[in-house]
């Protein structure tokens, strides 16, 4: 089990951009694909991204692709995702997680407690 930490969230105007960062103090994320997930009072999860090992963003959902993008920072034990261009619908609770791909689609494990983002219009 992986235990995960995130930060970076934050109130910010349509159109900004934030930083959402994941670690883990006892765990080496380079054996791990990391990626986010989010929650909002309508949907208890939505997929938002998974990074292998190799540092490649094997999954970015629809609705962030061209706007959002994950990367590792190895040296640090970092997991990030970069979101560019927010929308009042990317507000949510951030959750970074172990991901794999199950049936259909991708799942995710050991999240933190997430951290807050808010779009203002």
């Known amino acids: 089990q992986v235990q995960l930490v995130e930060s970076g969230g934050g109130l910010v105007q349509y159109g900004g951009s934030l930083r959402l960062s994941c670690t883990s103090s006892?765990?080496?994320?380079?054996?791990?694909?990391i990626g986010w997930f989010r929650r909002t009072p309508e949907k208890e999860r939505e997929g938002v991204s998974c990074i292998n090992s190799r540092g490649e963003n094997a999954f970015l959902a629809d609705s962030v692709k061209g706007r959002f993008v994950g990367f590792r920072d190895k040296t640090k034990n970092m997991i990030y995702l970069q979101m560019n261009n927010l929308k009042p619908d990317d507000t949510a609770i951030y959750f970074c997680?172990?991901?794999?791909?199950?049936?259909?689609?991708?799942?995710?494990?050991?999240w933190g407690r997430g951290t807050q983002v808010t779009v203002s219009s």
């Open positions: 006892g765990s080496a994320l380079d054996d791990y694909a």
């Open positions: 997680a172990t991901c794999w791909y199950g049936i259909g689609e991708y799942e995710y494990e050991d």
